[in-house]
């Protein structure tokens, strides 16, 4: 059974940087079937994707993050990371980290992608 | 990035059938997966693909796309499926996901 797990700090100051980690269990994350993703959620608010790394060490990125978002892979550890610089208030959030698949249905013509697993969630606060 | 708009909420009969729609750009493209949240917990997947379910989900959920809409249908709604539900996809680029913004579900 994959079991993700999220640490970090909980509380982060203002202009600083958000770093979280997510320990991956049950399974290498040095495969080429899945991306690893952060998502994180604002209070009250709804889901929000912030990135994705494959296996070779690419990533993607929310455009609206990009700027200040970098996801990076420890494969001896079998842990992903997130770091988010010049955080604020907005970015006080539930963090969690997930697996992706991507598929391509061939009988459809149709790609698509889900999230199987999922880290229970760590709270970040930004606050001085 | 495209967006994807979902109704903000949705109510249901308990034992009746509802459907949760996502509209976006990219669901021409690619199908959306679909999550149930309850409070306080992390989303977890109901369903995937053209019509898929991961293990231990009812078959009382079910999906169907048509354009730029898919569909998450509850058929026979019961208590628990109370949630807030959530759709997602890639964008029209295809490097990036967006997730829709949310459907509250209350079953009366």
Redesign the interface.
């Known amino acids: 059974q994959v079991q993700l797990q999220e640490s970090g700090p909980g509380l982060v100051k203002p202009s600083e940087t958000l770093s979280l980690t997510c320990t991956v269990s049950g399974g290498s994350i040095n495969n080429a079937e899945y991306y690893w993703s952060w998502i994180r959620q604002r209070p009250g608010r709804g889901l929000e994707w912030i990135g994705y790394i494959y296996y070779s060490g690419r990533a993607y990125y929310d455009p609206s993050l990009s700027s200040r978002a970098t996801i990076s892979l420890d494969t001896s550890k079998n842990q992903f990371s997130l770091k988010l610089t010049s955080v604020t208030a907005a970015d006080t959030a539930v963090y969690y980290c997930a697996r992706e698949m991507y598929y391509y249905d061939t009988s459809a013509y149709r790609e698509y992608d889900y999230f199987d697993y999922w880290g229970q969630g760590t709270l970040v606060t930004v606050s001085s | ?1 495209s967006e994807l708009t979902q109704d903000p909420a949705v109510s249901v009969a308990l034992g009746q059938t509802v459907r949760i729609t996502c509209q976006g750009d990219s669901l021409g ?5 679909w ?1 149930q ?1 309850k409070p306080g917990q ?4 109901v369903i ?3 019509n898929n379910r ?1 293990s231990g989900i009812p078959d009382r959920f079910s999906a169907s796309s048509s354009g730029n809409t898919a569909s998450l249908t509850i058929s026979g709604a019961q208590a628990e499926d109370e949630a ?1 539900y ?1 759709c ?3 964008d029209n680029s ?9 459907t509250k579900l209350t079953v009366l």
């Open positions: 990035s493209k690619y199908f959306a997966s999550y949240q992390a989303p977890a997947l995937y693909g053209k991961p807030d959530y997602n996809s890639r295809g490097d990036h996901l967006v997730f829709g913004g949310g």
